[in-house]
């Protein structure tokens, strides 16, 4: 028996099947072209002569700042002609490390003491019952915190108690800096310059804001009569000049106003970070900002002032800064699980806008209609009827296909209260088949409220060493705070 062949059907299929592979490829191109530069920038560091000492820079980063000061803390040893290698504390394990003689150690803290997402793995050395002997290791330890948390520095701390236990001598006391503090990072290059001969940085300072300005060109309250607190949709743009690039996952430093003081009764200079929820493309900077509530009801600083206070018109200072780990990078091509609550959403959306069909797609040939590589979202918040941020926008990308799954879950739901986390258990086979297919997976939001119980629930749908293997291969990404 034969069946009529429809001929539009055969070029549909062949203009699929070139599109998926021109995907695969370009999947492909992307990594040798991220692996390229990484191989370029460790070889402008040079590697060691014969004899020399082998010196490794290890960082445990979350928002970019201790990998920066890693790459500074290389700059100047190599600048001092020394051989050294820059990694993230994942890529260390023992094998690595009987291959170093001098190991430096830069790392943040976040939650309770733990590591950031790029030192998770190795922090599970720090338990492990069979950890090798240090005993021909120096090292030193820069690490990074913020006093206002409990366990300041909880994890440097960890580590350099870690490498003292199995044997390592410290080249000089472990180094805390409390939000960025510019003394004690000066003094960090200091020592290094006096116990590891390195070429002293004079003048360390924080990358600047973009004084030149930007202004206030928009907001919109997003959940007018919400039980939490107003999430605002803020539009800035340069005062002069154009926009800078930025890709989606990245952040911005935002100063506080003139004039503002801290708890303490000093000025408050320190910026705040807001994740940024549009790409250039869309020709202004967008944000989604909740208003902070201090304990005595008044308005947290920043937030206060860009969500009551500032006119729209009104000059603001910031900075837009890389965000490495929150990226596209090799999942360009790939499928995305996108997992977040509240303001977590400008992370999100900054991601969904990058694929918007209507700008980016790959066309196949023969005017198949363009292919979308879908992402599916799961999203939560309080009230089901008012805080579902940016609504229409997600509904019209349901309707383009580029959003093929929207799991909504609102913890004040009266019918039927619930968590994001919830909702991954509930669609766990689904999600086990995307992971399949290669979907990387981006979380953004509140670290305490949502972070830790998604990742939770992902060891249960995923199994541990899937999470752990889909991290190291980049397909985990989240940007938590
Ligand atoms: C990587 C990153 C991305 C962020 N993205 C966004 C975003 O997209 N949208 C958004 O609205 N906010 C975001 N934030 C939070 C934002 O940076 C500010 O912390 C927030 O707006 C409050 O600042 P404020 O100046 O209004 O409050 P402040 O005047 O700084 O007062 C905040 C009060 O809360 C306390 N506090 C500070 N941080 C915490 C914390 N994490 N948990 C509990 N208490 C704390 C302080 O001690 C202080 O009393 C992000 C933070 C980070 C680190
Ligand atoms: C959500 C969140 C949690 C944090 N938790 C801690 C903590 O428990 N202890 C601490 O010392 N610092 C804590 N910090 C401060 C960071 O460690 C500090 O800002 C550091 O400079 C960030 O460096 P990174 O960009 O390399 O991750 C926290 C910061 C955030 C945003």
Not at 333 to 353: D, F, I, Q, S, Y
Not at 464 to 473: A, H, I, M, P
Request: net charge negative; aromatic share 6%.
């Amino acid at each position: 028996m034969s069946f009529p062949v429809d001929p539009m059907r055969g070029w549909t299929a062949l203009a699929l099947l070139t599109a998926y592979g021109l995907m695969c490829a370009s999947i492909w191109w992307a990594h040798r072209r991220r692996e390229r530069a990484r191989l370029l920038q460790q070889s402008q560091l040079g590697e060691a002569t014969a004899g020399e000492a082998r010196v490794l820079v290890a960082h445990g980063s979350q928002t970019g700042q201790a990998e920066q000061l890693a790459w500074r803390t290389a700059e100047s040893l190599h600048l001092a002609g020394r051989g050294v290698r820059v990694c993230p504390l994942n890529d260390v394990d023992a094998a690595v490390l009987a291959e170093v003689s001098e190991l430096y150690v830069i790392t943040s803290t976040y939650g309770e003491g733990d590591p950031p997402d790029s030192a998770v793995l190795f922090a599970d050395h720090l338990d492990a019952l069979d950890a090798p002997r240090l005993s021909g290791l120096k090292h030193a330890v820069l690490a990074l915190g913020d006093r206002e948390y409990e366990h300041f520095c909880g994890f440097g701390r960890r580590v350099d108690a870690w490498l003292a236990r199995q044997g390592a001598t410290p080249l000089f006391d472990r180094i805390e800096v409390n939000q960025l503090d510019e003394v004690a990072i000066r003094n960090w290059f200091e020592r290094l310059s006096m116990h590891a001969g390195a070429v002293a940085m004079a003048g360390w300072q924080a990358e600047p804001l973009d004084e030149a300005g930007w202004r206030l060109a928009d907001r919109r309250l997003l959940n007018e009569g919400s039980p939490g607190e107003g999430v605002f949709h803020l539009e800035l743009e340069p005062v002069d000049g154009p926009l800078p690039a930025w890709e989606a996952g990245d952040l911005v430093h935002i100063a506080p106003p003139q004039g503002a003081l801290n708890e303490a009764g000093a000025p408050d200079r320190l910026p705040r970070a807001y994740s940024i929820a549009s790409v250039p493309e869309d020709g202004r900077l967008h944000l989604l900002v909740r208003l902070r509530r201090l304990a005595d009801g008044r308005a947290g600083c920043v937030s206060g002032w860009l969500c009551l206070h500032a006119a729209v018109g009104e000059r603001l200072t910031l900075g837009v800064r890389a965000h490495p780990v929150f990226r596209i990078g090799d999942n360009a091509e790939r499928r995305l699980l996108l997992v977040g609550n509240g303001t977590g959403m400008a992370g999100l959306r900054a991601h969904l806008r990058a694929r918007d069909p209507s700008r980016t797609s790959v066309r196949p040939a023969h005017g198949a209609g363009p292919v979308v590589v879908p992402c599916w979202l799961f999203f939560g918040e309080r009230d089901p009827q008012i805080d579902l941020h940016h609504r229409d926008e997600l509904h019209a990308w349901q309707a383009s296909g580029l959003l093929a799954g929207l799991d909504l879950a609102f913890s004040r739901d009266p019918a039927a209260p619930a968590y994001v986390q919830q909702r991954l258990m509930e669609r766990a086979s689904d999600i086990r088949d995307w992971v399949k297919q290669g979907a990387a997976i981006y979380v953004c939001g509140s670290l305490n409220g949502m972070a830790a119980s998604v990742d939770e629930a992902l060891r249960e749908v995923l199994g541990g060493d899937t999470l752990l293997t889909l991290q190291r291969e980049g397909r985990y990404r989240r940007d938590v705070y």
